[in-house]
């Protein structure tokens, strides 16, 4: 594996301003809200105000008869519309239960923000208005909220399931080992910890258009999505309509996080009544709309345990979850545990190891993929029992995971959960992380504070993570029972006046796929980024797709860029070494042109080779016009990044106020094409994990409602709340992709979450705290504070 | 969210604004829309009418009038914020009018419509409430003047009749020592528990959001008329409030940050 960022004149490693910025900031970006279409009709989706309860009667007559109405429809005007239900494309176990869920609810709502009419009028206030005059009578069932309350079945989600339990998911390659590692250890830990749940808030609500064309029969879908391609495939199968007559098109998409990696009702609503009205149907989502209509993230109770000897070296990790499925499942809600099922013993070399899920059905919004998906989980509950597992052994945090941490030689690591991870070096990223912080110093400081009793208490906490992401091996996902493959395709067109267009199956929202995929191909070429154009993100210009998730673009798509780069430039070589009537191997290629060994005059730009290969008067014996090249990608594993996260906060005891003073990462997401792109992935992921940490948290009361969907109550934290982000880095290349690169989309969502938790208890560790739910609010501090005092 | 239906029309001048005003039952002002417009959003107030005073520069003012300085209702919170005249006489208002919010709600918001709303959680009303400032309301009959401690009634309610418009507030000179502490827990966000305090002769402390209106601490301005130590006033300051739950906080918990901002709050007017 070469380094690139050696390469001397290569813009690889460069941080090069973002192509994308210019038109977002003027605001010549369209979003989905942005698009005009002649006669559009503006939908307005009626939700339940209850969690639980069986629709007696719906009337729709008033809002029918109010101004600028055109129809109202419920669950059972629309059925014929439907050749399937939605998709969940994950059916993690051969029993799994998968309740059929349509775009509208019929005889029953499952939780508050279930769709149960749709209005259509000319303007959304007019179809806003209308709704509030449907008249809905529920007979209210008592409902289901607490995870653990689940499983009891007392009281149920789906009647006719007989049970709330969607599926059971193990994975214990060596029970008896695993069994004897517990029996055998000097130390066991086990706790329980809490994964609130999250609403994504991307930036952008979601929103759809969709446009029946005047002709043909075919539409035109704009979605707010990360996954067009997949929604052409769900929306066409749901609809009955052909694939051929689909397009599906996401416009500039203002982030999504995994909430917009679904196939959700408003857009096969949308859909049906573009071809039932033979008009556009738009539909925009409300913020607070936006809390129950849109999934939401995280949302399990884990029991986490491990096993170590005297030294507190790991001989065991085992981990028994519940897994909050909400009412329905989504494309891929029970999939979710799953992406963290291998590793919950995280950096750390173990022999023993065990996961089960247990996924569960509750009268809330339906849960699914959430910046990280699984693997914030596991790395919290991992991070969170090594500093526990420190103080029963008597050792430093740093040191308990320093005897523990796989070693560079272990390399490709045989993870105990099947996984191979493919490339390292933990030592060294650990060591770097804590010298930078000076750490020992911060700790002295700390021992000074608590001498004195401050009441600022200060705490250091730490996070080492390693994830899996590069979504993937298509045969691993085939053993995982998804529905779908894991590579990922590009095309390389070089055209006649040699601009350059590269068209590739990501789908990015924010992430500037532009800039990074033009600058492969013109470290490739070497040619000016000015000169390539990326295509993305239409279904019509990129057929082929797998779209955007799981930080797998780059590994995956940016792989498939490159490769398809090399193949247009073998092409080229060809039809060069023709022209100069020299052989292939005598050719080099630099700075954008082909030159004889030997002969420097003999030069033949990749101009003069694009605009050959167009006139095609002058071919090699059977090559094809054009100088074009599409290759589908499907990686041979995973990437594994990791990292060090560092949080140092100050606790205020007397109001529990906590303070992020510090922040330090180590990040290693092997080679890096475009550093400043990288740097902005962790700032964000960073800010996001910590908002789990001690702000964000959808609140349910004991009905079901959710209290707090709008953002005045919902707590995104803003750049006010964060301190500077210390970032350094090592670089390890993965050996699975020629790039070399793994992923940074997730890591600092990933690994910042249980570095602020474990600041936070680690504060305040003299006073008696070991445990702090999240989030860390003020009052939750003070209580735990209060509670330790007895 | 998207609020009922309501007509709009935009007031030249005081005079217009009241006969506007007069003109529809269910009419409501309209300056920053800070506070309004949301509500109208939650159709928690569905004014069938709004009268648009937003634009009347007659009352976007600071004068220095001798005992007092006068603030125009329309004065906005950011140019609160950077009138020097307040930062020499009354400094505690310019540095609470700078914690409200964020910047696109300092440079729209008004004194007067926070005032006018009435709003518990609010922060200016709280520092107002501690200076003893006395609001102007300007109705068809004329002009009457009402001390800030008559003027909160209870939740979004004050005495300003609906068509009286809030064209002044007085806030008197000689703040020999202040202190402002608001808690919350984004910059952004309103206080959980705000208090003000303001020695000028004696000590006057009011709270944010300790109540349904904004709310003079009498336990503690008692105890440190009677001699009491920071620490004893501070105790006793919550006697007599019961303050709201909500996400953010329960009442009980309120009532220990209160407990604790005040003594902060009164430790610093020490020095
Ligand atoms: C995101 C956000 C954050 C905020 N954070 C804070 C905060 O931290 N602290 C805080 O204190 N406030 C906060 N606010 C509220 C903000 O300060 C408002 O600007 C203020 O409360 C109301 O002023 P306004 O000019 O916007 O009034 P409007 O919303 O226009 O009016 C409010 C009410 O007062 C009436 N009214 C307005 N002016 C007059 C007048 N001259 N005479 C008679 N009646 C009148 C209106 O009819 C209406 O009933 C926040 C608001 C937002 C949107």
């Given at each position: 594996?070469?380094?690139?960022?050696?390469?001397?004149?290569?813009?690889?490693?460069?941080?090069?301003?973002?192509?994308?910025?210019?038109?977002?900031?003027?605001?010549?970006?369209?979003?989905?809200?942005?698009?005009?279409?002649?006669?559009?009709l503006?939908i307005f989706v009626l939700r339940s105000s209850v969690a639980n309860a069986r629709i007696r009667s719906i009337n729709v007559?008033?809002a029918?008869?109010?101004?600028?109405?055109?129809a109202v429809y419920t669950a059972a005007d629309l059925e014929s519309e439907w050749a399937a239900p939605m998709p969940c494309a994950w059916p993690?176990?051969?029993?799994m239960k998968n309740p059929a869920h349509y775009p509208l609810a019929k005889d029953t709502v499952r939780y508050v923000g279930d769709g149960i009419a749709v209005v259509v009028?000319?303007?959304?206030?007019?179809a806003?208005?209308?709704a509030?005059?449907i008249?809905v009578d529920y007979e209210e069932q008592?409902v289901v909220?607490?995870?653990?309350?689940?499983?009891?079945?007392?009281?149920l989600v789906h009647e006719s399931l007989g049970?709330n339990?969607s599926y059971?998911?193990?994975?214990?390659?060596?029970?008896?080992?695993?069994?004897?590692?517990?029996?055998?250890?000097?130390?066991?830990?086990?706790?329980?910890?809490?994964?609130?749940?999250?609403?994504?808030?991307?930036?952008?609500?979601r929103?759809v258009?969709a446009?029946?064309?005047?002709?043909?029969?075919?539409y035109?879908l704009?979605s707010?999505t990360?996954v067009?391609?997949i929604l052409k495939v769900m929306a066409a199968l749901t609809l009955g309509i052909s694939e051929?007559?689909l397009?599906v098109?996401?416009?500039?998409?203002?982030?999504?996080?995994?909430s917009k990696l679904n196939v959700y009702a408003e857009e096969l609503i949308c859909l049906a009544l573009s071809r039932k009205h033979?008009?556009?149907v738009k539909w925009?989502e409300?913020?607070?709309e936006g809390?129950q209509a849109t999934i939401q993230?995280?949302?399990?109770?884990?029991?986490?345990?491990?096993?170590?000897?005297?030294?507190?070296?790991?001989?065991?990790?085992?981990?028994?979850?519940?897994?909050?499925m909400g009412a329905y499942l989504q494309l891929v809600t029970p999939?979710?545990?799953?992406?963290?099922?291998?590793?919950?013993?995280?950096?750390?070399?173990?022999?023993?190891?065990?996961?089960?899920?247990?996924g569960?059905f509750t009268n809330k919004t339906p849960t699914d993929?959430?910046?990280?998906?699984?693997?914030?989980?596991?790395?919290?509950?991992?991070?969170?029992?090594?500093?526990?597992?420190?103080?029963?052994?008597?050792?430093?945090?740093?040191?308990?995971?320093?005897?523990?941490?796989?070693?560079?030689?272990?390399?490709?690591?045989?993870?105990?959960?099947?996984?191979?991870?493919?490339?390292?070096?933990?030592?060294?990223?650990?060591?770097?992380?804590?010298?930078?912080?000076?750490?020992?110093?911060?700790?002295?400081?700390?021992?000074?504070?608590?001498?004195?009793?401050?009441?600022?208490?200060?705490?250091?906490?730490?996070?080492?993570?390693?994830?899996?992401?590069?979504?993937?091996?298509?045969?691993?996902?085939?053993?995982?029972?998804?529905s779908?493959?894991?590579?990922?395709?590009?095309?390389?067109?070089?055209?006649?006046?040699?601009?350059?267009?590269?068209?590739?199956?990501?789908?990015?929202?924010?992430?500037?796929?532009?800039?990074?995929?033009?600058?492969?191909?013109?470290?490739?070429?070497?040619?000016?980024?000015?000169?390539?154009?990326?295509?993305?993100?239409?279904?019509?210009?990129?057929?082929?797709?797998?779209?955007?998730?799981?930080?797998?673009?780059?590994?995956?798509?940016?792989?498939?860029?490159?490769?398809?780069?090399?193949?247009?430039?073998?092409?080229?070589?060809?039809?060069?070494?023709?022209?100069?009537?020299?052989?292939?191997?005598?050719?080099?290629?630099?700075?954008?042109?082909?030159?004889?060994?030997?002969?420097?005059?003999?030069?033949?730009?990749?101009?003069?080779?694009?605009?050959?290969?167009?006139?095609?008067?002058?071919?090699?014996?059977?090559?094809?016009?054009?100088?074009?090249?599409?290759?589908?990608?499907?990686?041979?594993?995973?990437?594994?990044?990791?990292?060090?996260?560092?949080?140092?906060?100050?606790?205020?005891?007397?109001?529990?106020?906590?303070?992020?003073?510090?922040?330090?990462?180590?990040?290693?997401?092997?080679?890096?094409?475009?550093?400043?792109?990288?740097?902005?992935?962790?700032?964000?992921?960073?800010?996001?994990?910590?908002?789990?940490?001690?702000?964000?948290?959808?609140?349910?009361?004991?009905?079901g409602?959710?209290?707090?969907?709008?953002?005045?109550?919902?707590?995104?934290?803003?750049?006010?709340?964060?301190?500077?982000?210390?970032?350094?880095?090592?670089?390890?290349?993965?050996?699975?992709?020629?790039?070399?690169?793994?992923?940074?989309?997730?890591?600092?969502?990933?690994?910042?979450?249980?570095?602020?938790?474990?600041?936070?208890?680690?504060?305040?560790?003299?006073?008696?705290?070991?445990?702090?739910?999240?989030?860390?609010?003020?009052?939750?501090?003070?209580?735990?504070?209060?509670?330790?005092?007895? | 969210?998207?609020?009922?239906?309501?007509?709009?029309?935009?007031?030249?001048?005081?005079?217009?604004?009241?006969?506007?005003?007069?003109?529809?039952?269910?009419?409501?002002?309209?300056?920053?829309?800070?506070?309004?417009?949301?509500?109208?959003?939650?159709?928690?107030?569905?004014?069938?009418?709004?009268?648009?005073?937003?634009?009347?520069?007659?009352?976007?003012?600071?004068?220095?009038?001798?005992?007092?300085?006068?603030?125009?209702?329309?004065?906005?919170?950011?140019?609160?914020?950077?009138?020097?005249?307040?930062?020499?006489?009354?400094?505690?208002?310019?540095?609470?009018?700078?914690?409200?919010?964020?910047?696109?709600?300092?440079?729209?918001?008004?004194?007067?419509?926070?005032?006018?709303?009435?709003?518990?959680?609010?922060?200016?009303?709280?520092?107002?409430?501690?200076?003893?400032?006395?609001?102007?309301?300007?109705?068809?009959?004329?002009?009457?003047?009402?001390?800030?401690?008559?003027?909160?009634?209870?939740?979004?309610?004050?005495?300003?009749?609906?068509?009286?418009?809030?064209?002044?507030?007085?806030?008197?000179?000689?703040?020999?020592?202040?202190?402002?502490?608001?808690?919350?827990?984004?910059?952004?966000?309103?206080?959980?528990?705000?208090?003000?305090?303001?020695?000028?002769?004696?000590?006057?402390?009011?709270?944010?959001?300790?109540?349904?209106?904004?709310?003079?601490?009498?336990?503690?301005?008692?105890?440190?008329?009677?001699?009491?130590?920071?620490?004893?006033?501070?105790?006793?300051?919550?006697?007599?409030?019961?303050?709201?739950?909500?996400?953010?906080?329960?009442?009980?918990?309120?009532?220990?940050?209160?407990?604790?901002?005040?003594?902060?709050?009164?430790?610093?007017?020490?020095?």
């Amino acid at each position: 594996m070469t380094k690139i960022a050696e390469h001397d004149m290569s813009v690889i490693g460069k941080k090069v301003l973002r192509r994308e910025d210019p038109a977002l900031l003027s605001g010549e970006s369209k979003f989905v809200a942005d698009l005009e279409a002649p006669g559009v009709l503006n939908i307005f989706v009626l939700r339940s105000s209850v969690a639980n309860a069986r629709i007696r009667s719906i009337n729709v007559q008033r809002a029918k008869e109010a101004k600028g109405i055109v129809a109202v429809y419920t669950a059972a005007d629309l059925e014929s519309e439907w050749a399937a239900p939605m998709p969940c494309a994950w059916p993690v176990t051969a029993d799994m239960k998968n309740p059929a869920h349509y775009p509208l609810a019929k005889d029953t709502v499952r939780y508050v923000g279930d769709g149960i009419a749709v209005v259509v009028a000319h303007s959304t206030e007019e179809a806003a208005d209308a709704a509030s005059l449907i008249e809905v009578d529920y007979e209210e069932q008592p409902v289901v909220i607490d995870l653990e309350e689940a499983l009891s079945g007392r009281h149920l989600v789906h009647e006719s399931l007989g049970t709330n339990v969607s599926y059971v998911w193990e994975l214990n390659p060596n029970p008896v080992g695993l069994e004897k590692a517990f029996t055998e250890a000097k130390y066991v830990v086990s706790e329980r910890y809490v994964q609130q749940r999250l609403i994504p808030a991307a930036m952008e609500p979601r929103g759809v258009l969709a446009v029946p064309s005047p002709m043909g029969g075919d539409y035109t879908l704009y979605s707010a999505t990360q996954v067009p391609h997949i929604l052409k495939v769900m929306a066409a199968l749901t609809l009955g309509i052909s694939e051929t007559k689909l397009r599906v098109i996401a416009p500039s998409v203002g982030g999504g996080f995994g909430s917009k990696l679904n196939v959700y009702a408003e857009e096969l609503i949308c859909l049906a009544l573009s071809r039932k009205h033979r008009l556009p149907v738009k539909w925009v989502e409300e913020r607070s709309e936006g809390g129950q209509a849109t999934i939401q993230g995280r949302g399990q109770v884990q029991y986490m345990e491990l096993a170590a000897d005297a030294d507190g070296k790991l001989l065991g990790v085992r981990v028994n979850l519940i897994a909050d499925m909400g009412a329905y499942l989504q494309l891929v809600t029970p999939g979710i545990p799953l992406l963290g099922a291998f590793l919950y013993h995280g950096v750390y070399h173990v022999a023993n190891y065990g996961f089960k899920a247990t996924g569960v059905f509750t009268n809330k919004t339906p849960t699914d993929a959430y910046r990280g998906a699984g693997r914030p989980e596991a790395t919290y509950a991992i991070e969170r029992a090594m500093d526990a597992l420190a103080k029963k052994v008597g050792v430093d945090s740093a040191e308990i995971r320093r005897r523990n941490l796989i070693q560079p030689e272990q390399f490709p690591y045989n993870s105990p959960a099947g996984l191979i991870f493919d490339s390292g070096d933990y030592p060294k990223n650990f060591e770097m992380a804590l010298e930078k912080l000076g750490y020992s110093k911060l700790r002295e400081e700390q021992a000074q504070r608590r001498l004195q009793s401050s009441t600022k208490n200060l705490g250091i906490g730490i996070s080492f993570f390693v994830e899996m992401c590069g979504l993937a091996p298509s045969r691993v996902l085939a053993s995982l029972n998804y529905s779908a493959g894991g590579w990922e395709s590009a095309t390389v067109r070089i055209l006649p006046t040699s601009k350059i267009q590269v068209v590739t199956g990501t789908s990015p929202h924010g992430q500037g796929h532009e800039t990074s995929w033009a600058m492969i191909v013109a470290d490739k070429l070497g040619v000016p980024i000015e000169d390539i154009e990326v295509l993305h993100s239409d279904t019509a210009i990129a057929p082929h797709g797998m779209d955007t998730y799981g930080s797998r673009s780059l590994s995956v798509g940016g792989t498939a860029v490159h490769l398809a780069t090399e193949r247009v430039l073998d092409k080229a070589r060809k039809l060069a070494a023709h022209q100069l009537e020299v052989s292939e191997e005598d050719l080099d290629y630099g700075a954008g042109a082909f030159s004889v060994k030997g002969a420097p005059e003999k030069v033949m730009p990749l101009a003069g080779v694009a605009f050959e290969a167009f006139t095609a008067h002058n071919l090699p014996e059977g090559m094809e016009p054009n100088l074009e090249a599409s290759i589908s990608w499907d990686p041979p594993n995973f990437t594994f990044p990791y990292g060090t996260h560092l949080a140092v906060v100050e606790v205020d005891s007397e109001t529990g106020k906590v303070e992020l003073m510090r922040y330090l990462s180590v990040d290693d997401c092997g080679n890096q094409i475009n550093p400043m792109i990288v740097e902005g992935q962790i700032h964000g992921g960073i800010a996001q994990g910590v908002a789990q940490a001690l702000y964000e948290e959808a609140v349910y009361d004991e009905s079901g409602n959710l209290l707090n969907p709008s953002l005045a109550d919902y707590l995104v934290p803003s750049a006010a709340e964060m301190p500077n982000f210390e970032l350094g880095q090592t670089v390890t290349p993965s050996p699975t992709n020629p790039l070399g690169v793994k992923g940074i989309g997730e890591a600092g969502t990933i690994a910042s979450t249980p570095a602020a938790i474990n600041a936070v208890v680690d504060a305040l560790s003299h006073l008696g705290v070991t445990n702090i739910d999240m989030p860390a609010s003020p009052e939750r501090v003070w209580r735990a504070i209060q509670s330790a005092k007895g | 969210m998207y609020p009922a239906k309501f007509e709009y029309v935009r007031a030249l001048d005081v005079a217009d604004a009241l006969a506007k005003i007069s003109s529809d039952e269910d009419a409501k002002f309209l300056a920053g829309g800070h506070s309004l417009v949301p509500l109208m959003k939650f159709r928690l107030a569905t004014p069938s009418l709004l009268v648009d005073i937003s634009q009347l520069q007659e009352l976007a003012y600071v004068k220095d009038e001798g005992d007092y300085v006068a603030i125009g209702a329309l004065t906005r919170h950011h140019d609160v914020e950077r009138s020097g005249i307040l930062q020499s006489h009354v400094p505690i208002l310019p540095h609470v009018a700078g914690m409200v919010g964020d910047p696109q709600v300092r440079h729209r918001g008004t004194i007067g419509g926070s005032v006018a709303h009435g709003d518990g959680a609010s922060d200016l009303p709280a520092a107002l409430l501690a200076l003893d400032a006395t609001m102007v309301a300007t109705g068809s009959v004329g002009q009457r003047e009402i001390p800030a401690k008559n003027f909160f009634k209870g939740f979004l309610e004050t005495d300003l009749s609906p068509d009286e418009i809030l064209t002044e507030i007085r806030v008197p000179k000689g703040t020999k020592a202040w202190s402002y502490k608001k808690f919350n827990r984004r910059a952004q966000d309103w206080a959980i528990v705000g208090v003000a305090a303001v020695k000028n002769g004696s000590t006057k402390v009011a709270f944010v959001n300790m109540g349904s209106s904004p709310l003079r601490s009498t336990g503690c301005e008692g105890a440190l008329n009677k001699g009491a130590s920071i620490t004893e006033a501070a105790e006793l300051a919550t006697e007599g409030i019961d303050p709201p739950s909500d996400l953010n906080a329960t009442s009980e918990f309120r009532i220990h940050l209160a407990k604790v901002l005040t003594r902060r709050a009164l430790e610093e007017m020490e020095g």
